[in-house]
């Protein structure tokens, strides 16, 4: 979830915690994941282990801290009546304050409520994902068992929050040359777009903008200081950016290679694009797998993954979709997906039906929304069908708790079936935009 869009909707605030009740007692059907992580009660004094969570949420894909539910077993008591009052009247601008001077770049987080039988009131803190990563320790900090050094990176693991490992970290810095690279390009477009007779260079030295042709245009010395430039080394499209000297010869976006593990395909195939989106790859031509998907052969592959590494808004996409001359199919069924918001998502296997096949996809299902993805086994190609069909059944919410595990079952299929088993090729490729669209989708 990104900045902007509402952590506590109706819509997510209904998924948010699933609960069993057991006479007077509300059994918490949810485990903590890379997502969630539950406290008993809210308290001022372990301030610095929430935020070192929050830290670690935003530096993987965003999270939430829920008050008012005990551990072993996990049942939903709701907060005191004093953390309530905590809770109620926490200093947001202290909280954010003490958050910013422990960790750089800014934290985003937001408070809700969240309402359960029984009269039951849970809290929780919705940390967003960060869009500039890592978010880094400025200082050291102890408080109990919060502990940080300076420099520290904490990151979310499955139900843990620790001290980042090396292959993460990694991914993290590579994404983060690969957003400066795409603004670089942006800014290049830019120029070439206006022009060399009509760009100007900015000397600060001389108060002057510098034409060209020697041209100048003087700027008031009161006036330069009342400009705002963005920091060094930062692109920023709405903040500025920096002079650049460009040196050697420019390449284009789809021959840019950023670390070993970066992907850029010459010849992209539609399999391509379904192995790459089970794999998460780092790939250096988004544009060309969009492409791909609305000339191959079928409409059903992810496409939203795409998008996002392509910086393009739901509107780019669709004009992008658009422009792109074909007589494939497949780009009549993506645009009809993109515009209507079509989800992929399927209702949950019948309880009432014995059908076996309805009987083992509501196996499945069950499986993956009680928390037991680990216990999934398919050993047919039938199986693993069943297993992709209760995919398309989960929520938004549910996909996200369980996403890594789930793309390395989904991938095994691909390994085993996909090319010899038209059903589970069919199946993949369907329960692989349900994933699509629940991490990345932008309507």
Request: proline share 4%; hydrophobic share 40%; net charge neutral.
């Amino acid at each position: 979830m990104r900045l902007g869009e509402d952590p506590f909707s109706s819509d997510v605030r209904s998924n948010l915690i699933k609960i069993r009740q057991v006479e007077n007692k509300l059994h918490v059907l949810t485990r903590e994941s890379s997502t969630k992580e539950f406290k008993e009660n809210f308290t001022w004094g372990s301030i610095g282990l929430y935020a070192r969570t929050m830290a670690a949420f935003a530096n993987a894909r965003g999270g939430y801290i829920f008050f008012g539910v005990t551990d072993n077993p996990r049942i939903a008591v709701g907060l005191s009546d004093r953390a309530k009052s905590d809770f109620d009247n926490l200093d947001q601008a202290k909280l954010t304050e003490g958050l910013n001077r422990i960790f750089s770049p800014e934290v985003h987080w937001k408070l809700g409520l969240i309402e359960l039988p029984l009269g039951c009131t849970v809290g929780a803190i919705y940390t967003f994902e960060a869009d500039d990563k890592p978010i880094i320790a400025r200082t050291g900090y102890q408080q109990q068992n919060a502990k940080l050094s300076e420099g520290d990176i904490p990151y979310r693991y499955n139900s843990r929050s620790e001290r980042i490992k090396f292959p993460e970290l990694k991914r993290l810095l590579e994404d983060a040359k690969l957003r400066e690279q795409r603004a670089m390009m942006r800014h290049m477009e830019a120029l070439i777009r206006a022009g060399a007779a009509n760009a100007a260079i900015l000397d600060f030295s001389a108060n002057a903008l510098q034409g060209p042709s020697g041209q100048r245009v003087m700027i008031d010395e009161n006036l330069i200081d009342r400009i705002s430039f963005i920091k060094e080394g930062q692109f920023d499209e709405v903040a500025g950016a920096p002079a650049l000297k460009l040196v050697g010869e420019l390449q284009p976006a789809t021959s840019i290679t950023l670390g070993t593990e970066r992907i850029v395909r010459s010849a992209l195939s539609s399999d391509d694009v379904l192995n790459d989106f089970l794999e998460r790859g780092n790939v250096g031509n988004p544009e060309q797998y969009i492409r791909q998907t609305v000339t191959g052969t079928t409409g059903f592959l992810p496409v939203q993954y795409y998008r996002a590494l392509a910086q393009m808004s739901h509107e780019d996409l669709l004009s992008f979709v658009s422009e792109i001359a074909t007589r494939s199919p497949a780009k009549k069924k993506l645009i009809e997906r993109l515009t209507t918001g079509d989800d992929m998502k399927a209702p949950p296997p019948s309880i009432s039906s014995q059908h076996s096949s309805t009987v083992e996809r509501r196996a499945y299902y069950e499986q993956l929304v009680s928390g037991q993805i680990e216990k999934v086994q398919f050993s047919t190609p039938a199986n693993a069908q069943y297993f992709l069909d209760a995919v398309k059944s989960l929520d938004d919410a549910e996909i996200a708790e369980i996403v890594d595990e789930l793309l390395k079952l989904m991938k095994r299929t691909f390994i085993e079936s996909y090319s010899s088993n038209a059903k589970v090729a069919d199946a993949l490729r369907r329960a692989a935009c349900r994933v699509d669209s629940a991490m990345y989708g932008s309507m």
